[in-house]
């Protein structure tokens, strides 16, 4: 048996993949490229970096939603920074597309991926991560349905004033939606953009289900059954998920999907929080010195949440949201997004058939922006 890295793929999965829609809902990339001057250009090892234009083109995915992510200190930062970092973001994506226009193009429907499928270009979705980039403003979230997102995931770690989080930073853990936090709900269903579920509180999921007139989206999650994680999904809410008609992407992150390595990153944290302090960057090597030591995450176990997804929701509600280069730890064989040939093949290998593995590596998403994104503009 090869390891899980060397995955041979077989001519059977390598057709399939070639044939197929291929749609991933999450990934930083931009925050690299805003933040740490990553060059978006230049191929990387994937210890720098998981995902850049060469490594997208050769990766064989259709379509890549690109996270704006309002990273929570905005929202202390006075009236307008938050808003004005999520433009940031889309200003970015845009400028992104635009440099290499055979190789990339900016999507809004479903039927813009059927057109990059078919042209042979990856197609380029904005979604803004943290619903306290709209700050408070339903006009705020129209403004970023015009520069082209097509979702909005309702809070990141940090919960806001209308929706709660489930790692709960501001005390929001155990909170639901608000009022207005049904308005923007709302608002999202008429202007044809995706209700974003991943890190959002059970209340504030429930009260989404119960809110929404569209399936939602849960756009990097993976299940709670399999490692109990406040960021992955109980049972129970994945059945809810998919009752609405929803799909739930699966997270990538080896600290979310196995409770080992959960266990040895947050002790590798706790320990350089007890040493005698340094410098950040100091502190920083020190940690990445311990992460490096802990065993990947065999693929298996990835697979083993798809699988998972699967069966509890159903085949039809259970996609790709590998969340590279918002993670630290990625399972062996999965180390960057010319990744997922190799989930295709460890699929077919437990037996899904081709329709099966054509569903989970991008037809359900594709039928949910079909449902929620309307039509081409
Ligand atoms: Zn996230």
């Known amino acids: 048996m090869p390891a899980d890295g060397e995955l041979e793929i077989t001519d059977r999965a390598r057709r399939l993949y070639r044939d197929a829609i291929v749609i991933d809902t999450h990934n930083d990339l931009v925050t690299k490229v805003l933040d740490e001057g990553y060059d978006p250009a230049v191929r990387h090892a994937p210890v720098q970096g998981h995902t850049d234009v060469p490594r997208l083109i050769d990766s064989g995915l259709t379509a890549q939603v690109l996270a704006a992510w309002v990273d929570a200190p905005y929202a202390q930062?006075?009236?307008?920074?938050?808003?004005?970092?999520?433009?940031?973001?889309?200003?970015?994506?845009?400028?992104?597309?635009?440099?290499?226009?055979?190789?990339?193009?900016?999507?809004?429907?479903?039927?813009?991926?059927?057109?990059?499928?078919?042209?042979?270009?990856?197609?380029?979705?904005?979604?803004?991560?943290?619903?306290?980039?709209?700050?408070?403003?339903?006009?705020?979230?129209?403004?970023?349905?015009?520069?082209?997102?097509?979702?909005?995931?309702?809070?990141?770690?940090?919960?806001?004033?209308?929706?709660?989080?489930?790692?709960?930073?501001?005390?929001?853990?155990?909170?639901?939606?608000?009022?207005?936090?049904?308005?923007?709900?709302?608002?999202?269903?008429?202007?044809?953009?995706?209700?974003?579920?991943?890190?959002?509180?059970?209340?504030?999921?429930?009260?989404?289900?119960?809110?929404?007139?569209?399936?939602?989206?849960?756009?990097?999650?993976?299940?709670?059954?399999?490692?109990?994680?406040?960021?992955?999904?109980?049972?129970?809410?994945?059945?809810?998920?998919?009752?609405?008609?929803?799909?739930?992407?699966?997270?990538?992150?080896?600290?979310?999907?196995?409770?080992?390595?959960?266990?040895?990153?947050?002790?590798?944290?706790?320990?350089?929080?007890?040493?005698?302090?340094?410098?950040?960057a100091q502190r920083s090597a020190r940690l990445e010195a311990l992460l490096e030591r802990i065993p990947p995450t065999p693929l298996s176990v990835l697979i083993d949440h798809i699988d998972h997804i699967a069966r509890v929701a159903g085949i039809d509600h259970v996609g790709l949201g590998s969340d590279f280069d918002g993670i630290r730890l990625t399972p062996a064989g999965a180390a960057d997004v010319t990744a997922y040939p190799r989930i295709a093949q460890a699929l077919l290998d437990r037996g899904y058939a081709d329709d099966d593995v054509r569903k989970v590596l991008g037809a359900n998403v594709l039928r949910l922006m079909d449902d929620v994104l309307g039509a081409d503009a």
Request: neutral net charge.
């Open 77 to 280: 930062r006075g009236p307008g920074a938050s808003f004005a970092r999520a433009l940031a973001y889309a200003d970015a994506i845009h400028a992104l597309v635009d440099a290499y226009p055979a190789a990339l193009c900016f999507a809004t429907t479903a039927a813009n991926v059927r057109r990059a499928k078919a042209a042979g270009t990856v197609a380029i979705f904005m979604g803004v991560e943290g619903g306290h980039a709209i700050e408070d403003s339903l006009d705020n979230l129209r403004e970023l349905k015009r520069r082209g997102a097509c979702y909005l995931t309702l809070t990141w770690n940090n919960g806001n004033t209308w929706a709660g989080s489930s790692i709960g930073s501001g005390d929001t853990r155990t909170t639901g939606l608000t009022r207005f936090g049904r308005q923007v709900i709302g608002e999202l269903n008429r202007l044809g953009m995706l209700v974003d579920v991943s890190h959002t509180s059970s209340e504030t999921l429930a009260d989404v289900l119960a809110a929404s007139q569209a399936p939602v989206i849960a756009s990097h999650s993976s299940a709670r059954a399999l490692a109990d994680h406040p960021r992955n999904l109980s049972d129970e809410e994945l059945r809810a998920i998919a009752a609405r008609g929803g799909v739930i992407c699966v997270n990538f992150y080896s600290r979310f999907i196995e409770v080992r390595v959960r266990e040895a990153m947050d002790a590798a944290e706790a320990r350089v929080e007890a040493e005698p302090a340094g410098t950040a």
